[in-house]
């Protein structure tokens, strides 16, 4: 008897303009028998939204969609990296409900994930936790980054000649500064760009790839105070901010 496995499409559907979905995302949602979406609730409504219409407009019926409250997560605990994991696990847990219960053997499902699910995602990591309780295949379509939406709309690239960019969090730049001549951070809240020196250049941008979308650059100390405001307005009108900056040492004069 031919065992007929369940199998999971794990689509990154870009940092947030419908064109960035890639045609090789466009003929994997078409191949799709079930979509599931993660409610974050009203205030983040933008983020499934976007979901919905790439659905609509690429799915091929019949398909269903099938939506599960996301886990909230302690933004208050100084225990960062714990509450992350505790705030997987309960992912996890709804993920794996997800697919027993609503994916037939021989379907297949799809996730639709912000961005590139390779880059600053829990996707794949939650999932391999699911994979040791069910059996099931999965593949991964990449999508484009924040990274590259970012570097694309500052017309700049991410690297420079022999030099290597370092990776990180605001939370790790407050830490321990800025440990390269070009620094990518991801998701700063607390602007900590403000406390690495005069002598770098910001490239910033918020809501990537939306009608929301902000960008600024130029020298940390010129532009540093304009990006905490515009980060403070556009955050209190929305009730959320999503931003990338890329930290670039300039040359010294002279």
Excluded: N
Excluded at 76 to 101: G, K, Q
Excluded at 208 to 232: F, H, K, N, W, Y
């Amino acid at each position: 008897m031919l065992l007929r496995v369940k199998r999971l499409l794990i689509i990154g559907i870009g940092a947030g303009d419908p064109d960035h979905l890639t045609l090789q995302g466009v003929k994997a949602i078409a191949a799709a028998d079930v979509f599931f979406l993660l409610d974050k609730g009203e205030v983040k409504h933008d983020l499934t939204g976007l979901r919905h219409d790439l659905i609509e407009a690429h799915g091929r019926p019949p398909y269903r969609v099938v939506e599960a409250r996301d886990p909230d997560r302690d933004r208050t605990t100084p225990a960062y990296a714990d509450a992350v994991r505790d705030w997987r696990s309960r992912r996890a847990r709804v993920y794996e409900a997800l697919v027993r219960e609503e994916l037939a053997d021989g379907q297949t499902g799809a996730f639709l994930v912000w961005g590139d699910p390779g880059v600053y995602d829990s996707t794949l990591a939650i999932l391999e936790e699911v994979a040791e309780l069910l059996t099931f295949e999965y593949e991964v379509i990449p999508g484009i980054s924040s990274v590259s939406a970012l570097t694309a709309r500052h017309a700049t690239s991410l690297t420079r000649v022999a030099r290597p960019v370092h990776i990180t969090t605001g939370r790790r730049l407050a830490e321990e500064g800025a440990t390269a001549d070009d620094v990518l951070v991801m998701l700063d809240a607390h602007c900590s760009f403000a406390g690495v020196g005069d002598d770098f250049h910001i490239y910033w941008g918020a809501y990537l790839g939306t009608p929301d979308e902000i960008l600024v650059s130029g020298p940390v100390a010129e532009v540093g105070d304009r990006i905490r405001e515009l980060r403070a307005e556009a955050r209190a009108r929305k009730g959320w901010i999503m931003d990338t900056y890329l930290l670039r040492r300039t040359p010294a004069a002279g």
